[in-house]
């Protein structure tokens, strides 16, 4: 056990959630909610204008989403929950941008696009997706699909629309990177105070407030299942003749070295705490009384290490 906090591996950062920050999936369902309505008011109106295959796919967009946010609730498969939204409102934008829906004005919605994908997502896949939605509008806007599709965007439009998107995507990932960073902090902050709030500073072992709560939950496990467990004092003989003759430095380092002998004594299992000034706690989990005497006699009297 280390005198310092451990850091937290980036694939363990991921999955922690800064308090008061929206879930991803709840974000995922808030969005899905509000899309159903929005995309049935469009649907209608686009029924009103005598379209015929706007308005249904519309609807079948409006009727996935909900699939999705239903499943979830069923299932709760994070992955899939996310990836399936980001497919339907990739296609859904697609689709709203390649057939000019409302007079060609519905593709304005690509540009809640970037900052969706960056906040439900890894930075990678909003990079990604970023990228092939710009590379995707470049094309819609390039004179062979002007050519093919007669679509009713003027070029001021074009070149207006290519410029703003290419802004926000670019602001989309510095603010997302510059969340993710501050998260990332936030959350190495709080594994250090945790630790702090666990651990002896000198010695690094767990503190007496760890200690009570290791034994509160090894004495639950008993009560359910009736397994043993044993509990070590110990202490540093002639402790205060040695501050008083070499000096508190001299007995901070003893009172170190005592912990790092129990360490190397003790099992992975146990837990090791120092219970007071030059005090220590041994938990054992499902050790009998015989057997914590013999643990107890080889800590106090350890074998001599081969050379």
């Not at 990739?90 to 690509?110: D, K, M, P, Q, S």
Request: proline share 5%.
């Amino acid at each position: 056990m280390s005198n310092t906090a451990p850091d937290i591996p980036a694939k363990e950062q991921s999955q922690f959630r800064v308090t008061g920050e929206i879930p991803i999936p709840v974000l995922i369902n808030w969005l899905s909610i509000a899309a159903v309505p929005l995309l049935a008011f469009f649907a209608w109106r686009s029924l009103a204008q005598g379209d015929q295959l706007t308005p249904a796919l519309l609807t079948l967009f409006a009727t996935l989403l909900a699939a999705n946010t239903l499943n979830y609730a069923l299932f709760r498969h994070k992955t899939f929950h996310r990836r399936c939204f980001i497919t339907l409102i990739t296609t859904l934008f697609t689709y709203l941008a390649v057939h000019a829906v409302e007079g060609g004005f519905a593709i304005i919605w690509l540009f809640a696009y970037p900052p969706i994908v960056f906040y439900i997502s890894e930075a990678r896949v909003g990079i990604a997706t970023c990228l092939m939605g710009f590379a995707g509008v470049a094309l819609l806007f390039s004179p062979l699909a002007e050519q093919l599709l007669n679509l009713p965007y003027s070029a001021s439009f074009r070149l207006t629309m290519t410029a703003a998107l290419a802004f926000e995507m670019i602001t989309c990932y510095i603010l997302d990177r510059s969340r993710r960073r501050s998260k990332l902090g936030l959350l190495a902050l709080a594994a250090k105070f945790e630790y702090a709030a666990k651990h002896d500073a000198l010695t690094g072992l767990a503190n007496r407030r760890e200690a009570l709560v290791q034994l509160d939950a090894e004495y639950e496990r008993y009560l359910r299942n009736g397994r043993p467990f044993a509990v070590l004092l110990a202490d540093i003989d002639l402790f205060k003749s040695i501050n008083d003759s070499y000096g508190h430095h001299v007995g901070d380092d003893i009172i170190v070295l005592v912990a790092r002998s129990l360490r190397d004594q003790c099992r992975k299992v146990d837990t090791i705490a120092r219970w007071g000034g030059e005090e220590y706690l041994i938990l054992l989990p499902e050790t009998a009384a015989d057997e914590a005497v013999h643990i107890a006699n080889r800590i106090r009297k350890p074998s001599p290490k081969s050379p």
